[in-house]
């Protein structure tokens, strides 16, 4: 199992801060929708000017027509970037697009499906898809799997579950990971790195409980010592 740590901070400056105090790890750094939008490109190349190893996880979820989603995609990859996302609810039509558009291009990045994000409890998804979290998550990943995707976003307790039904090499990327025993966030299926790492997850995903602490250095390093036990 490997960790992604979010770069979710409120300014540029914090950001790279925060990437240069982890400049020495072997870990992904998770670029999301307020960093790219105030800072675009240019993070992406600065990130990888304080250590050309990290590897870029850009975070955009992107839901669009078929044809749109390919566009961005292309230049999303052109970005040099190590992985992005887009919605499962896109469709197969979308995502196997988003794949084709991909094959021409050299160290293409890796693309996972968001399946059911780790905010919704089953109440608010059941409102929206109509479906168990858990059901529509499984469908969710075997869309993607049968598009040529590479994994997908999910809960932990997802996880193991949709390997079975995919391929034990299909990644899940995990977010919702508490770090802390106490603490929730707004999070409603939290779990544990443990849990995360027996259920089979290959990336989790950390933000806050990193960022937030006084030594966010000494938090990552608990937390690998933690992954690799
Ligand atoms: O909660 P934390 O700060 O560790 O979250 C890290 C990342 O995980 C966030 O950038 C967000 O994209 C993702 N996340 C999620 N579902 C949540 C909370 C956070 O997918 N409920």
């Given at each position: 199992m490997e960790l992604c740590v979010a770069l979710d901070l409120p300014t540029t400056r914090s950001n790279l801060e925060l990437a240069t105090t982890?400049?020495?790890?072997?870990?992904?750094?998770?670029?999301?929708?307020r960093s790219f939008i105030r800072d675009g490109e240019k993070l992406i190349k600065e990130i990888k000017q304080i250590?050309?190893?990290?590897?870029?996880?850009?975070?955009?979820?992107?839901?669009?027509?078929?044809?749109t989603m390919a566009d961005a995609a292309e230049s999303m990859a052109n970005l040099g970037i190590d992985m992005f996302n887009v919605h499962a609810s896109s469709g197969k039509l979308a995502m196997s697009k988003v794949m084709q558009r991909l094959s021409g291009v050299k160290d293409a990045?890796?693309?996972?499906?968001?399946?059911?994000?780790?905010?919704?409890?089953?109440?608010?998804?059941?409102?929206?898809?109509?479906?168990?979290?858990?059901?529509?998550?499984?469908?969710?990943?075997?869309?993607?799997?049968?598009?040529?995707?590479?994994?997908?976003?999910?809960?932990?307790?997802?996880?193991?579950?949709?390997?079975?039904?995919?391929?034990?090499?299909?990644?899940?990327?995990?977010?919702?990971?508490?770090v802390d025993v106490d603490r929730k966030d707004d999070q409603k299926r939290v779990a544990s790195i443990e849990f995360?790492?027996?259920?089979?997850?290959?990336?989790?995903?950390?933000?806050?409980?990193?960022y937030n602490s006084d030594d966010p250095l000494g938090v990552v390093e608990?937390?690998?010592?933690r992954i690799e036990i």
């Amino acid at each position: 199992m490997e960790l992604c740590v979010a770069l979710d901070l409120p300014t540029t400056r914090s950001n790279l801060e925060l990437a240069t105090t982890l400049k020495d790890k072997n870990i992904w750094l998770k670029v999301g929708l307020r960093s790219f939008i105030r800072d675009g490109e240019k993070l992406i190349k600065e990130i990888k000017q304080i250590n050309p190893k990290f590897k870029i996880f850009l975070d955009l979820k992107i839901y669009d027509i078929p044809n749109t989603m390919a566009d961005a995609a292309e230049s999303m990859a052109n970005l040099g970037i190590d992985m992005f996302n887009v919605h499962a609810s896109s469709g197969k039509l979308a995502m196997s697009k988003v794949m084709q558009r991909l094959s021409g291009v050299k160290d293409a990045p890796l693309v996972l499906a968001v399946t059911a994000l780790t905010s919704f409890d089953e109440e608010n998804f059941k409102n929206i898809y109509n479906e168990s979290i858990e059901k529509k998550a499984i469908d969710f990943a075997k869309d993607a799997y049968k598009s040529g995707l590479n994994g997908v976003v999910c809960s932990a307790y997802e996880s193991s579950l949709i390997k079975v039904n995919t391929d034990e090499n299909f990644i899940t990327l995990t977010p919702g990971i508490k770090v802390d025993v106490d603490r929730k966030d707004d999070q409603k299926r939290v779990a544990s790195i443990e849990f995360a790492n027996s259920e089979k997850s290959n990336i989790i995903v950390v933000g806050r409980p990193i960022y937030n602490s006084d030594d966010p250095l000494g938090v990552v390093e608990k937390i690998i010592q933690r992954i690799e036990i």
